[in-house]
């Protein structure tokens, strides 16, 4: 099966493609270790 880009729940490495969260966001592991949660979302378009 051909990875795609998974925009509907868990990330599984083998059959999505990733994208390293602490690349895009290297203060996202300073901000949990003090309990500073934040979430992260995109709006997806309605066809």
């Known amino acids: ?6 925009v ?4 599984n ?3 999505h ?3 390293p969260a602490l690349d ?3 203060e ?3 901000l949990v270790e ?3 949660y934040a ?5 997806r378009s309605v066809r």
Do not use: D, H, T, V
């Open 13 to 15: 490495p083998a059959k």
């Open 28 to 30: 996202i592991r300073r």
């Open 17 to 19: 493609y990733m994208l």
């Open 24 to 26: 895009r966001m290297p």
């Open 39 to 43: 979430a992260s979302w995109e709006r």
């Open 1 to 6: 099966m051909e990875k795609f880009f998974n």
């Open 34 to 36: 003090r309990k500073m």
């Open 8 to 11: 509907a729940g868990p990330c």
